[in-house]
Structure formats: structure tokens, C-alpha cells
């Protein structure tokens, strides 16, 4: 069983930063993409950046020249280095991982953006 342990959200004002971490309680090169997610009360949960086992990395497109995801593989962690933060940005992030058999999550950690 892997376990995702999400991290680094909270309050923080329009124009601000955070950075998420994602720890895996294995190594991250067992999984063939690792990703972001975010939901809001109400709406479907969505994908903001992905990183695959190469290394290549996707983003949507609202997120895009302020956002990136990394990941160090020594530490089997996963980041999301969020810059330029927007009201909009408020919700709930997730930490996804997949194999070729299966999906995991995290349990969420709150990013809330308001002055």
C-alpha cells in the first residue's frame, strides 16, 4: 500500500507563494505520472500539473507561468512551487500518483488565497 502525505498549504494573500510537498511512503520512480489536483466544494476535481516518471511536465493552462511541479527522488517527494497566486487558486489540492494497475491520493491540504 503507498501512502501520499500532502503539506505547505494555508492562508496566504493575493500575490503570495506556497509550495506543496507530497511524500510518498515509496519511491516516486515506481509511478509512471505524479500530479496536482484541486477541487472546490461543488465541482470536479481538477488536474493542475503532472510530472511523469522522465520527467516531463504538464500544466493547465490558468496555472501556467506560475506554477511548477518538481520532484526530488531522494527524498520521494513531489512539490508544487506556486507563485503569482490568484483568489481563484482557493481549494483544495490532492496529490495523485499512478501506476500502470492503480491511482493514489493524498488527503488533501487547504490553499486558501484572500487579502
Known amino acids: 500500500q503507498v501512502q501520499l502525505v500532502e503539506s505547505g498549504g494555508g492562508l496566504v494573500q493575493p500575490g503570495g507563494s506556497l509550495r506543496l510537498s507530497c511524500a510518498a511512503s515509496?519511491?516516486?520512480?515506481?509511478?509512471?505520472?505524479m500530479g496536482w489536483y484541486r477541487q472546490a466544494p461543488g465541482k470536479q476535481r481538477e488536474l493542475v500539473a503532472s510530472?511523469?516518471?522522465?520527467?516531463?511536465?504538464n500544466y493547465v493552462d490558468s496555472v501556467k507561468g506560475r506554477f511548477t511541479i518538481s520532484r526530488d527522488n531522494a527524498k520521494n517527494t513531489v512539490y508544487l512551487q506556486m507563485n503569482s497566486l490568484k483568489p481563484d487558486d482557493t481549494d483544495v489540492y490532492y496529490c495523485n500518483a499512478q501506476t500502470v494497475v492503480t491511482a493514489y491520493w493524498g488527503q488533501g491540504t487547504q490553499v486558501t488565497v484572500s487579502s
Open positions: 510530472i511523469t516518471r522522465d520527467g516531463r511536465t
Open positions: 515509496k519511491s516516486v520512480l515506481i509511478f509512471t505520472t
